[in-house]
T-cell receptor
Framework: SQTIHQWPATLVQPVGSPLSLECTVE??????LYWYRQAAGRGLQLLFY??????ISSEVPQNLSASRPQDRQFILSSKKLLLSDSGFYLC????????????FGPGTRLTVL | AQSVTQLGSHVSVSEGALVLLRCNYS??????LFWYVQYPNQGLQLLLK??????LVKGINGFEAEFKKSETSFHLTKPSAHMSDAAEYFC?????????????FGKGTTLSVSS
């Protein structure tokens, strides 16, 4: 069966510090991968998605970036965090062509102070 | 462009009462529709999915949803609420069939269940 991991589970960072959140998927190959941010009362906002190694599509301009160095690894980064980056970050995966069910990881709670 | 509207950001029911969470969508092509549930500080869990096979879709935990094209709706129901159903529920739409197609989520509805 497939599993998706995210770490860390919680993170408190000062404004201006860097960020690296990691997501890995087990039990499948060549998944589509997604990063979402969830802020209170605003639902889920898609940040990035990837259909393959090194292929990243950005949905929202911001100071975040994403990378996919391996088939089942997806990393969300920032060089300098802003207060507005606080939120709950969710990674998700889906199968390749013609299947859109997304399966979510447990999330990372980021607080920027 | 696709969009999803969830009517009511907060719904309160008594234990044993009917649960009805409303979702309306907009899509230029036949959509795929989803309901997810999120418990506090956890990821989203798929409740059910509509892919045009049948208009009434049964999901986990006794939930079901009915696709009504004429009303562009995909409301979620459960005949009898349980305390463990208290959570946030998200409706989502996808045009489907394309690699990398993302889901468009509604803003969510928080369900409270009182004893």
């Amino acid at each position: 069966s497939q599993t998706i991991h995210q770490w860390p589970a919680t993170l408190v960072q000062p404004v201006g510090s860097p960020l690296s959140l990691e997501c890995t998927v087990e039990g499948t190959s060549n998944p589509n991968l997604y990063w979402y941010r969830q802020a209170a009362g605003r639902g889920l906002q898609l940040l990035f998605y990837s259909v393959g190694i090194g292929q990243i599509s950005s949905e929202v301009p911001q100071n975040l970036s994403a990378s996919r160095p391996q088939d089942r690894q997806f990393i969300l980064s920032s060089k300098k965090l802003l207060l507005s980056d606080s939120g709950f970050y969710l990674c998700a995966w889906s199968r390749g062509v013609n299947s859109d069910t997304q399966y979510f990881g447990p999330g990372t709670r980021l607080t920027v102070l | 462009a696709q969009s999803v509207t969830q009517l009511g950001s907060h719904v309160s029911v008594s234990e044993g009462a009917l649960v009805l969470l409303r979702c309306n969508y907009s899509s230029s092509v036949p959509p795929y529709l989803f309901w997810y549930v999120q418990y506090p500080n956890q990821g989203l869990q798929l409740l059910l999915k509509y892919t045009s096979a049948a208009t009434l879709v049964k999901g986990i935990n006794g939930f079901e949803a009915e696709f009504k094209k004429s009303e562009t709706s995909f409301h979620l129901t459960k005949p009898s609420a349980h305390m463990s159903d208290a959570a946030e529920y998200f409706c989502a739409v996808s045009e489907g069939g394309q690699a990398g197609t993302a889901l468009i989520f509604g803003k969510g509805t928080t369900l409270s269940v009182s004893s």
